[in-house]
């Protein structure tokens, strides 16, 4: 069954933590995406990939880091420099930059 | 800058009764896709519109792109509990590289 899956579903940072949270995708698509939504807010892009090996910054990757080895797998790392990382994160996959995408069931990041 | 912006932001309905959000481009679109959010869970991608004046439906949701292709609208007639949830609208501003979402219309149901 295809789709993409993000793991954990709740995390909890503690101060000066660093915390990577994990997205798999098995769709065989090109490009993924990290989004950040505040409690009834829209959705912030944090970091794309159209390749792999290749990265983008988004609308607030500061705090943020990313990498792309496989073209299944794009984790983020929630550094300590983020200083406000509690937030709903979503990760999407797409065939392409401007196709329909995919979301995975988020995790969500608590500070403790 | 370049942006994606849908009006209202919260949208609180009888049921049974119909109602329109709409979605504005400052810019001219390739195309405009719609995704559905519920309450707790993930966006789901709904539908993708690519020509000028194109209307789709989808069971009780009627979705239009504009004939400038810089607006879109989605329309649901008698809505049900069922229909409660963000509705984000997303097109490419930049040729050919990512979606840019619009903030969302937040929709109650009032049974």
């Known amino acids: 069954d295809g789709g993409i899956t993000q793991s954990p579903k709740y995390l909890f940072r503690k101060e000066g933590q660093n915390v990577t949270l994990s997205c798999e995708q098995n769709?065989?698509?090109?490009?993924m995406y990290w989004y950040r939504q505040d409690p009834g807010q829209g959705l912030r892009l944090i970091y794309y990939?159209?390749?792999?090996?290749?990265?983008q910054k988004g609308d607030i990757a500061e705090g943020y880091s990313v990498s792309r080895e496989k073209k299944e797998s794009f984790p983020l790392t929630v550094t300590s420099a983020q200083k406000n990382p509690t937030a709903f994160y979503l990760c999407?996959?797409?065939?392409?930059?401007?196709?329909?995408?995919?979301f995975g069931d988020g995790t969500r990041l608590s500070i403790l | 800058g370049q942006q994606v912006m849908q009006i209202p932001q919260y949208q609180h309905v009888q049921e049974g009764e119909d109602f329109t959000t709409y979605c504005n481009s400052s810019t001219t679109l390739s195309n405009i896709q719609w995704y559905k959010q519920r309450p707790g869970g993930h966006p789901v991608f709904l539908i993708q519109l690519v020509k000028s004046g194109e209307v789709k439906k989808q069971k009780r949701l009627t979705f239009q792109f504009g004939e400038a292709k810089k607006n879109s609208s989605l329309h649901i007639t008698a809505t049900q509990t069922t229909d409660v949830g963000t509705y984000f609208c997303?097109?490419?501003?930049?040729?050919?590289?990512?979606?840019?979402f619009g903030g969302g219309t937040r929709v109650l149901v009032k049974p």
């Open positions: 990939s159209q390749i792999v090996n290749d990265f």
């Open positions: 999407a996959s797409s065939r392409g930059g401007a196709q329909p995408q995919h």
């Open positions: 997303a097109g490419p501003l930049a040729a050919g590289n990512k979606l840019t």
């Open positions: 769709l065989n698509h090109d490009a």
